[in-house]
């Protein structure tokens, strides 16, 4: 996942409106949302190179969501970032003794940024510093800095997403995840890696050659804990590749 803006816990809004973009190599194969047949009542995207998934939710409220840390420097790792949201969502531990296996076991991984938890009680780890912070209620956002961070695109689906004022239909959150305005020169950040490929990254929806969106996703979670989950796919040269949404009953046991 490379951008995610959410609302938490906000008035009128549920206990959750999420909205991301997963922005990956279009020759890196992936299927899209779907339940997990070895985890019931589990909804998430698949990566089919590595393994793990990008954003994962099951019936008990449980949800986790990746993004890589962006520092400039080669990304080696002994792990997949993505074995780390189905380790959570499949899992049975809290997010505290979680957090304590995060911190032993990060280095393995190269680096990351960890939203997880359940959805009405959100945490959020910074693999570089080994930080766990619970989440407050508000609009937050996180793309490969660390969570609210105000890159370009940060700050423009923030204000989508405030400017909704509840949990948007399909169409809305699409258009905004579709944005493909570039952040201009003084707004661009300085991860290293040059100005020309820092500009090609900075709009929420990404169209490079080689490299872009591949799909956008809306997760909606009702005040008494209903999820809805959707998703559009994406492949080269911005085609749409498919539509998928899938409704979720809280406390849906495994």
Sequence with gaps: MCIIA??????GMGQLVLLANRDEYYAR???????WPEYPHTLGGRDLQSGGSWLMVDGRNRIAAVTNFRDGFPAKA??????????????????FAFADWLRAESHRYAPFNLLFGSTSDLFFFHS??????????GIHTLSNATLDTPW??????AEYLGEFGRAPSEDQAYAA???????GPGELPN????LALEKTLSPIFIQGRDYGTRSSMLLTVSSRGDIGFSERSWGLAARETGRRHYNLRAGTAR
């Excluded at 002994?78 to 997010?95: A, I, K, T």
């Design 29 to 35: 194969p992936a299927e899209p949302l779907d339940w």
């Design 152 to 157: 370009f695109k940060s700050r423009r689906l």
């Design 128 to 137: 570089p510093g080994k930080q766990i912070a619970r989440v407050t209620p």
């Design 177 to 183: 995840l579709a944005d493909p305005m570039p952040a």
């Design 78 to 95: 002994e792990r997949s970032r993505g074995e780390l949201v189905q380790r959570f969502v499949g899992g049975d531990d809290d997010p």
């Design 191 to 194: 991860t290293r890696i040059g």
């Design 6 to 11: 959410f609302a938490y816990k906000m008035p």
